[in-house]
Every structure is written in structure tokens, then in C-alpha cells.
């Protein structure tokens, strides 16, 4: 099996050295970059990363910027490591589409378990994402544009989705296939955890649903899988 790869975004020396030396430890090939464009160069020579840990606070180009660049083109995982505690940071980062949000000081256990289910569940690496220069992810017919949020139909109706449905269609529609469990999904969609007796994440997938349902050509977009979630189970088509 590969070793899996690690880029670490980080301008702060010390910090940088230290998660390198974390993961290095735990068997991880790293690799660093202090800002964005280092972070564009190290990928661009690098084609197998499986993860990237980003500070916010960088020099040029910040983090959140610099994560919906990531999030046009590659499809990869994605773990916000920063200062910033708040939560209007908090949710606009996983709006944008980060796995994970982890404010320092952090625990460095945490983090690297963190970082291992991740890896563990996406199993992907830095390979072109589906999405086009638009930033349109186009599936059985249908077309989602991340820009506007809206939801085209193969017949040309076209719909804005509240930001929960959003969310939650576009999580799938980056790993096609994969199981996303209720507590994963409510975490993307609001940034908290699922609470008891909570149905946010069913009828939100119900909503979506419908959507699909007003074409008669298209087919069962995605599955429940009893017990575990839901997963996406159409067809991308290649940009």
C-alpha cells in the first residue's frame, strides 16, 4: 500500500516543523509550503497528496481563499488547522468545503486521528476533481453550479438550493459511492453535531430527492444504506 502523502500549509516555522515532525513519526510522507502559491507549486509536483492541513492566516492569499481554489480543481482532503475559533470562521470553512476544522492549540493526538479516518474514508488523492472551470459539476444530465448554488435540471429548470441541501449534495457529489454517515453530514451542513431524535439530515436528503423526481428520465440518484447514511450513486460525467 502507498504511503500516504501530507501537505502541510503553514507560514509559522516552528508550528510547520512541528506537524511535520508529528507526522513523519507516524509514518507519513510530508510535505511543506508556507503559502498559497507554494501550496499551488508543491501540488502541481506532487500528484499523489492525500491530504492537506492549512492555517487560515497566511501571507498573501489566506486559507479560506485559497481552500475554494482547492475545492475547483482538485478534489482532495482538506483539514483547516488555525487560530481562528469563532464560528463564522468556523462554518465558512466548512462551507467552502474543508473535511475538518481544528483550532490551535490543538491536541496532537487528536489531530492525527483526525487526520487518519480522513484519509481512511476519501481514500483519494489529489487527482482533478468533476468540477469545470465554471465550477458547474455536471451528473446523470443535471448540473450543480457551486458559484450560485443552483440546481439544473436535464430539461433546463433550474433551482437555488438552501445552503443545508447545498451542502449536503455537493459532500456526496465529491465522493461518489462513499457512505456519509447522518453525523457526518449534519456536521458539513450546519458545523454541529447531530443531536437526539434529530431528522434535519432525512429530510433534507428528502428535499433533495424531490428535486431529482420532477425528471421522469432520471434515475434513483441517491441511496440509503440502513444503519449507516446515505451515498450518491449516479453517474459524473467527465469534464
Not at 478534489?75 to 476544522?101: H, K, Q, S
Not at 438550493?161 to 449534519?186: N, V
Not at 428528502?206 to 450513486?233: A, V
Request: hydrophobic share 35%; with cysteine.
Amino acid at each position: 500500500m502507498q504511503t500516504p502523502v501530507i501537505l502541510i500549509v503553514e507560514d509559522e516555522d516552528v508550528t510547520r516543523l512541528n506537524l511535520v515532525s508529528l507526522f513523519e513519526a507516524e509514518g507519513y510522507k510530508v510535505i511543506e509550503a508556507i503559502d498559497g502559491d507554494d501550496m499551488h507549486d508543491k501540488l502541481t509536483s506532487n500528484d499523489d497528496v492525500n491530504l492537506v492541513i492549512m492555517d487560515i492566516n497566511l501571507p498573501g492569499k489566506n486559507g479560506l481563499i485559497l481552500a475554494r481554489e482547492l475545492r475547483q480543481k482538485k478534489n482532495i482532503g482538506l483539514i483547516f488547522l488555525t487560530g481562528r475559533d469563532n464560528d463564522v470562521d468556523r462554518i465558512l470553512g466548512l462551507e467552502i468545503g474543508a473535511d475538518d476544522y481544528i483550532t490551535k492549540p490543538f491536541n496532537p493526538r487528536e489531530l492525527t486521528i483526525r487526520a487518519r479516518n480522513l484519509i481512511s474514508r476519501t481514500g483519494t488523492s489529489a487527482e482533478e476533481s468533476t468540477i469545470d472551470s465554471n465550477g458547474v459539476i455536471t451528473f446523470n444530465g443535471w448540473e450543480l453550479d457551486e458559484n450560485s448554488r443552483c440546481l439544473t435540471s436535464p430539461t433546463g429548470d433550474s433551482k437555488r438550493l438552501p445552503k443545508g441541501e447545498y451542502r449536503a449534495l455537493r459532500l456526496m457529489l465529491d465522493s461518489p459511492g462513499r457512505i456519509f454517515s447522518r453525523e457526518q453530514l449534519i456536521k458539513h451542513m450546519t458545523g454541529r453535531e447531530l443531536r437526539a431524535n434529530d431528522r434535519t439530515v432525512d429530510v433534507t436528503i428528502r428535499r433533495i430527492r424531490k428535486h431529482f423526481e420532477t425528471d421522469n428520465n432520471t434515475p434513483e440518484l441517491i441511496s440509503t444504506i440502513h444503519g449507516e447514511g446515505y451515498r450518491f450513486i449516479g453517474k459524473l460525467d467527465a469534464q
